[in-house]
């Protein structure tokens, strides 16, 4: 069962990277035009905004998968010099913290995104543009990190419990550059 909630998560995780992985293209070839543009003395203008709106879009999404790839920073001192069992403690702490850390993020960028629903907020730049319209997407990628850490953490501790620390440790492990996952 937890091989098989970390592989569709995996697999999920995927298609997102791959959509993220597309706007960001995009985002690209639209500010490379505006720059030609100017050189022509035009522009689309908003190029700046546009972008910003992008990457906290794709980095709130991004985050789930970067979990899944072992992507995320750790200082691992202590838990390199633990046995196996040791490694676990360290690792399913480290996923609970992460888990409970994104999920006040996510439960407080609610209020953001529901104040701006309510009172019609648009941003103070020449765009205007509706706000709801950028956080919307912004707030559904921490619930996205939020729900794949939580399950991340699940599967995990039930390898550990199962005594699988070689699987839970590819799954949820910190590794030094010399190392390489299983």
């Not at 690792?91 to 409970?100: A, I, K, N, P, T």
């Not at 319209?133 to 599967?155: K, R």
Request: net charge neutral; charged share 15%.
């Amino acid at each position: 069962m937890a091989q098989s909630i970390l592989s569709l998560l995996r697999r999920l995780n995927r298609w997102v990277a791959m959509v993220i992985g597309l706007v960001l293209f995009l985002c690209a070839v639209f500010v490379l035009l505006d720059i030609g543009l100017r050189k022509l003395g035009a522009s689309f203008g908003g190029t700046d905004e546009i972008s910003g709106y992008v990457m906290a879009i794709v980095t709130s999404w991004g985050m789930g998968f970067a979990l899944l790839e072992l992507a995320h920073v750790r200082i691992d001192i202590i838990r390199s010099r633990a046995g196996s069992l040791g490694r676990a403690i360290f690792d399913l702490f480290s996923m609970v913290v992460l888990s409970g850390t994104v999920s006040v993020i996510a439960v407080k960028c609610w209020p953001v995104l529901d104040r701006s629903i309510s009172n019609l907020s648009r941003a103070n730049t020449p765009l205007e543009t509706p706000l709801w319209l950028v956080q919307g997407p912004w707030f559904a990628g921490w619930v996205w990190f939020a729900t794949v850490s939580w399950l991340t953490f699940v599967a995990a501790l039930l390898m550990v419990l199962r005594g699988e620390f070689q699987q839970a440790e590819a799954a949820i492990g910190a590794f030094g550059e010399e190392e390489a996952v299983l």
